[in-house]
């Protein structure tokens, strides 16, 4: 589906890991989701959650495409991917709600970062995923202490980990990335 259809049909831009669509959209007149730099020094945790909230809203709405293109082992793990990033969504929406923190609503639909039609593009676009959804969980950590630092950490580390498992499905070698959730 080209950006200018998605455009048209209300679909936002998948967070970017590296913040540079979000210039882009902006430069365009489209809204756009956080990016991974969005997080403001002075924002404070609820903010830095907030911004990780989003980029679980837009993880879910991506396995969706996802799995459609994959079988058996693969789909399989994918809706346990969609699972985890739910789990992950649902308490943070409480947290921030219980907290009186910004709740950041979820998007009808998200543009992705180039067309998913096949098994390859699938794989491709899970192992992208994970390291957005990283990146967002990476840049929560500087804002954060205590129980919130551990929920950041623990979701960089479950999204490092779903990422390692993507690569290794899709046969990408190196497997691993030395500082999940950093641009490269």
Do not use: K
């Not at 989701?33 to 020094?41: A, K």
């Not at 679980?56 to 969609?82: C, D």
């Not at 969504?89 to 543009?111: C, I, K, M, T, W």
């Amino acid at each position: 589906m080209s950006e200018r259809t998605e455009r048209s049909e209300g679909r936002e831009a998948m967070p970017d890991r590296h913040g540079m669509s979000e210039r882009t959209e902006r430069s365009e007149g489209r809204e756009a989701m956080p990016g991974r730099h969005s997080v403001n020094p002075t924002s404070g945790p609820a903010n830095a959650l907030a911004d990780a909230l989003a980029a679980e809203y837009a993880a879910i709405w991506a396995y969706g495409v996802i799995g459609v293109h994959l079988t058996e082992a693969a789909r399989t793990a994918a809706r346990a991917a969609e699972a985890a990033h739910r789990s992950r969504r649902d308490a943070l929406l409480l947290q921030l709600a219980e907290g009186s923190g910004q709740v950041p609503a979820d998007r009808a639909g998200y543009a992705l970062p180039y067309p998913v039609t096949d098994r390859a593009s699938a794989l491709r676009l899970a192992v992208e995923i994970e390291e957005r959804t990283a990146g967002h969980w990476r840049a929560a950590l500087p804002h954060t202490t205590g129980a919130d630092r551990n929920t950041a950490l623990a979701a960089l580390t479950d999204c490092a980990l779903r990422a390692t498992r993507w690569r290794r499905t899709a046969g990408v070698t190196p497997v691993t990335v030395p500082f999940p959730g950093r641009p490269a």
